[in-house]
């Protein structure tokens, strides 16, 4: 696999099916899990730019490829804090259910 | 410096009031008197060290205020602004005597904002920079919504509001047209972008710039007169409104629409005004054409009236209707009539509506046909209340007779149709005037009144001055023309 | 312009360094002594603000290029990181003494606050991609545990799960959309980007308009969502409405004024050279944006009861009217969002802090609870009211003057559409700003009892009226001020 097109339809999917997933799910894992897929378009992206774009001894997109995984994570640490408080609360994980602030 | 302590007097005893213990409500009676006694007495002044043969700025006052915009602190008088300030000077220590009694609640609250509000009305007249011309416009918002807001009648708060966004609404227009100004002019100074507007070539002078400028000022300065369609604030307003507020809406806020529409859009903006007042064309019958509607439907509704305050209210819409087309007509007679209609609907009206609150007082309703007889009851407030009609319907020998002639023969000029429809107006005031004074006064007494106590001694000092000026400007009109009879030559001279 | 590396950069970088030294500090002190309900920590963090602000201003404008071009020292950015400290100090005085916090765990949320403030020096100094996605999701990450921090309150969880998930959704298109433009141009650099978008587009570059154009509205949603723009804008109302007041405040103005400068630097040096903006007009866009943006939020300010949704509501529509600023791409545009942003501090935080007053001394936060309040808290009640009537830009009060100056600028461009739109929205917004003033002063009250609040709440209270007042009579200095933060910006 030579050349770019491959990767960035790859992650093009993985993008759309993670703004799917966010759009279409009713449950705050699976939106997480659409979140995930979003952000490792955008880390394939960089490091396929990285490999076929920059010069050879440019490695600064898969740097930003590992930045972007530790975030990530943290994200979904926070993410699944706010669930579990979420789950405290309302005793369900769907954002349709939980709306008590509305106008 | 002389306009300056006439500006911020009431803004320093707006001060005073506040620091005064709370109990102490007559002191701060007598102190806001006092301090709408000391800008008269200035007025006063002014009005006789004032150089009637001299068209420009007089008591010029000039300095920085924020240096990146080029914004000064510019004020001074020309002969128009000279007799409205007499007029906001005089209707303050009225409009203090006439809510002595009659507001119980925040007194000192309500004569604080008084004192803010004649600060702004004061500015405004004084002012020389757009800007600051702005500022002061907008200054007396703040009070008048508070004022109407807190001591009006039963639907106060829609009336305040109403009046409010209107006003704004216009405001922001204006804003947008005195940015754009700016902006070509690179100025804010009035008497230099009036110059700068009538040099050939100079971007202010662009005719198609001139008259979306034009459109711009206009509906700001039309909400505030009002002209139709943009009054019907104003009914409300007034309805709402406290008898002083009242006297001071009519009184100088309608005015501070048409002495802006003779300031910027007559002076500064002549290419839009030409197009508007023309004759010819499309529009060219447009500005004398409101006047004529103003004048029509304001009649008519001031006779469906059967509120008596209303009825002032809407004969108010009519009157100022005369303003405008004389200001359409754009020659002398009719700028000395417009202007002199200016002045006179401000003492008129305000006596009217002291008159309307003097038996609001005394009988909680304004109702016209809840009234009658009062005449054998109250024969000095029936006697000045004659007066008042017969000048308000423009009875010769009274003052508003002479404004409404000069405005409608300048107008002839130009307009003969329009003005001889407009003419309806003054048969249909004088048909609205004398069925009140009938239903109101003449007839058999309306025994619920047979003990309505007569007009008092505050009552009388408030309307008397104003009875006075009615008569005088009645008989020798030249006493306030000649004031600002060269100032109008100035205006009209580029003309040709 | 000197780019210095990793170890010289130190030296310029030390107010951040005093940050995360604070916080580490806070959240260790908070471990051994949090008997005394968090008061000790709030001073800590204080000071750890007022060293900051001494060391941001001892520092000054190096006009310097740090950590290999990662971040750049100018006095745009020390503009903003003065704002931002100001801002927080004011959240924390807002936070010591709310009584909706928990004391066991305000140490943590200190530490939290010095993190996000941190973050937000960030987002106004970064000019490297990365470093900008960074910054972002630093202050997205502890803003998110913030507004969720009532955690026995069913409200406050909720704000917090809304605002984790519109706003990693929005980050993380974000990131796509800067994963392109690094895939097009090849750098991270924000000014190389500018200038490897300036020769593709040189010749007419029809084949990259399209990827241009998506990545830019891929990137803008990041941006837009901290500045909460039309459409990404959902979020902010129940955050506001949930989150703890004082957060509130904190991200209506802190984190609204780093959205605005992360966004001016990344899209005036990066995508504003003539070049790009003649193919992929982003500007226009962002006008309908800005136009919409004020529009809907001022509409939607109208019928609210609840007096924290309300200012969200405005709040937005004041983004809108600062976006008007942004998108015209010169001088007067950006130097009026500066002037802006330092008016709408006072009035915004002053309004806010009326908020939390209200909502702890009489229990309200509908506008129901302010009936009356004239007579039961004169200072309170005129406080409140100056701040709402400059919110609408009435003059002579500050707002009008920042209102002015955007309006000036964006007519000086001949947008006339957009500033009649701009005004015409004002005059929306006074009327649903005049509703919590009619409840105040035109309204009575039920409870005619006198509420009376601490010698310390007035003063800052009067911190806020005084400059809101002042700044609308004589402005030069801020005007000054904010001319000279301007900096090289614009290239």
Excluded at chain 3, 16 to 41: P, S
Excluded at chain 3, 239 to 245: F, L, N, S
Excluded at chain 3, 295 to 311: D, E, I, Y
Excluded at chain 3, 455 to 478: D, E, M, N, Q
Aim: proline share 4%.
């Amino acid at each position: 696999m030579n050349d770019l097109t491959p990767y960035l339809v790859i992650s093009t999917t993985l993008f759309c099916l993670g703004i799917f997933a966010v759009l279409t799910r009713r449950n705050a894992i699976s939106i997480l899990m659409g979140i995930e897929l979003i952000l490792n378009a955008c880390n394939l992206n960089f490091a396929a730019f990285s490999r076929f774009v920059t010069p050879p001894d440019d490695i600064s997109g898969q740097i930003i490829s590992i930045f972007g995984i530790v975030l990530a994570a943290a994200e979904a640490a926070v993410f699944l804090a706010i669930i579990l408080a979420i789950y405290r609360e309302f005793s369900t994980i769907s954002p349709d259910e939980t709306d008590t602030l509305k106008g | 410096m002389f306009l300056s302590l006439m500006i911020f007097i009431p803004l320093l005893g707006m001060v005073v009031v506040l620091l005064l213990p709370r109990d102490q409500e007559e002191l701060a009676r007598r102190v806001t008197l006092g301090f709408t006694l000391i800008p008269l007495l200035l007025a006063v002044v002014l009005f006789m060290q004032y150089d009637r043969s001299a068209s420009d700025l007089q008591f010029d006052f000039d300095t920085v205020w924020i240096k990146a915009f080029d914004i000064h602190y510019h004020i001074g008088i020309n002969g128009i602004s000279v007799t409205l300030l007499l007029l906001t000077a005089l209707l303050g220590p009225i409009c203090v005597l006439a809510s002595w009694r009659n507001i119980e609640k925040g007194v000192k609250a309500y004569l604080a904002l008084f004192l803010l509000l004649e600060t702004g009305m004061i500015g405004f007249f004084c002012a020389q920079d757009l800007f600051l011309f702005y500022v002061f416009f907008e200054v007396t918002l703040l009070p008048m919504y508070f004022l109407i807001g807190i001591w009006g009648g039963p639907r106060r708060e829609y009336a305040a509001i109403k009046f409010f966004l209107y006003t704004l609404f216009g405001g922001v227009l204006m804003l947008i047209a005195i940015i754009a100004v700016y902006i070509k002019g690179g100025t804010f100074d009035i008497p230099t972008l009036i110059d700068l507007a009538s040099r050939e070539g100079h971007p202010l002078a662009d005719r198609t710039f001139q008259i979306w400028a034009f459109l711009g000022f206009f509906i700001g300065f039309a909400v505030k007169v009002p002209i139709f369609p943009f009054h019907t604030w104003l009914p409300d307003a007034h309805v709402e409104a406290p008898t002083a507020i009242s006297v001071i809406l009519a009184g100088i806020l309608l005015k501070m629409g048409t002495y802006g529409l003779v300031l910027i859009n007559f002076a500064m903006l002549p290419k839009g005004m030409e197009l508007f007042c023309n004759g010819e064309g499309r529009w060219g019958n447009a500005f004398a054409v409101l006047g004529f509607v103003n004048i029509v439907y304001g009649s008519l509704c001031a006779l469906a009236q059967k509120d008596f305050k209303k009825l002032v209210a809407y004969s108010s819409i009519a009157h100022m209707g005369f303003v405008i087309l004389g200001l359409a007509a754009r020659n002398e007679s009719g700028m000395n009539g417009a202007i002199l209609q200016m002045f006179n609907h401000g003492v008129i009206s305000a006596m009217l509506f002291l008159l309307v609150g003097v038996v609001y007082d005394r009988a909680h309703h304004r109702e016209i046909g809840g009234f009658g007889g009062l005449g054998s009851r109250m024969p000095i407030y029936t006697g000045i209340t004659t007066v008042a009609f017969m000048a308000s319907l423009g009875l010769p020998g009274l003052s508003g007779f002479v404004g409404e002639a000069l405005s409608l023969l300048g107008a002839y000029d130009k307009f003969p149709k329009l003005t001889i429809l407009s003419t309806i107006g003054i048969v249909i005031g004088a048909a609205y005037f004398l069925w009140t004074l009938q239903r109101v006064f003449l007839g058999q007494l309306n025994p619920k009144y047979a003990d309505m106590p007569e007009i008092n001694r505050r009552e009388i000092v408030t309307l008397v001055p104003l009875g006075i000026l009615t008569i005088v400007l009645g008989i020798w009109p030249s006493f306030a023309m000649d004031m600002f009879n060269e100032a109008v030559k100035g205006l009209i001279a580029p003309l040709g | 312009m000197d780019t210095l590396n990793n170890v010289q950069s130190i030296r310029y970088f030390i107010p951040e360094l005093i940050l995360v030294a604070f916080a580490a500090g806070v959240i260790i002190y908070d471990l051994i002594g949090r008997q005394e309900g968090g008061r000790r920590a709030a001073h800590l963090s204080l000071a750890g603000l007022a060293a900051a602000l001494i060391a941001v201003l001892l520092v000054g404008a190096a006009d310097r290029s740090l950590f290999l071009g990662m971040v750049q020292l100018d006095s745009f950015a020390v503009f903003f990181k003065v704002i931002i400290l100001i801002t927080t100090a004011v959240t924390i005085l807002f936070s010591m003494g709310s009584e909706e916090l928990d004391p066991r765990t305000k140490g943590e949320y200190y530490a939290l606050l010095l993190a996000v403030t941190l973050g937000m020096f960030l987002m106004a100094s970064s000019t490297h991609l990365l470093m900008i996605y960074l910054s972002i999701e630093t202050v997205s990450l502890a803003s998110y545990i913030l507004a969720g921090f009532l955690t026995h309150s069913p409200r406050s969880s909720e704000a917090a799960f809304k605002y984790i998930i519109y706003g990693a959704v929005a980050s993380g298109t974000m990131l796509f959309g800067i994963s392109l433009i690094f895939g097009l141009t090849g750098t991270g650099d924000v000014v190389q980007v500018s200038n490897v978008l300036a020769e593709l587009f040189s010749s007419g570059g029809g084949d990259y308009q399209l990827a241009v154009l998506v990545s830019i509205i891929f990137v803008l949603a990041g941006v837009g969502y901290k500045i909460a723009s039309v459409p990404f804008h959902m979020w902010s109302p129940d955050v506001y409405e949930g989150a703890p007041i004082p957060i509130t405040a904190f991200l209506s103005v802190a984190s609204k004024s780093a959205g605005f400068a992360l966004f001016i630097r990344l899209f005036y040096s990066g995508f504003g050279s003539a070049n790009v903006i003649e193919s992929v007009d982003w500007s226009l866009l962002l006008a309908v944006v800005a136009a919409l943006t004020m529009t809907v939020g001022n509409l939607a300010a109208l019928p609210q009861q609840n007096v924290k949704r309300l200012l969200a509501y405005s709040s937005i529509a004041h983004g809108g009217y600062v976006l008007m600023g942004g998108v015209l791409l010169t001088a007067e545009g950006v130097h009026a969002i500066l002037f802006y942003l330092i008016i709408y501090l006072f009035m915004n935080l002053g309004a806010f802090f009326v908020v939390i007053l209200i909502a702890e001394r009489i229990g309200s936060e509908t506008i129901d609870g302010y009936r009356g309040l004239v007579t039961r808290a004169p200072l309170v009640a005129i406080s409140m009211g100056i701040f709402l009537f400059s919110l609408t830009g009435i003059p002579p009060l500050s707002g009008f003057i920042g209102k002015w100056l955007l309006f000036k600028a964006v007519l000086t461009e001949e947008f006339y559409w957009l500033a009649i739109v701009g005004l015409l929205n004002s005059v929306v917004s006074l009327y649903y700003y005049v509703r919590i003033v009619k409840a105040m002063f035109l309204d009575s009250s039920d409870e005619p009892n006198p509420v009376s609040f601490s010698i310390g709440s007035r003063a800052l209270l009067v911190v806020f009226v005084v400059p809101t007042i002042i700044l609308g009579l004589y402005w030069t200095p801020v005007y000054q001020l904010s001319k000279a933060s301007l900096g090289k910006i614009l290239g």
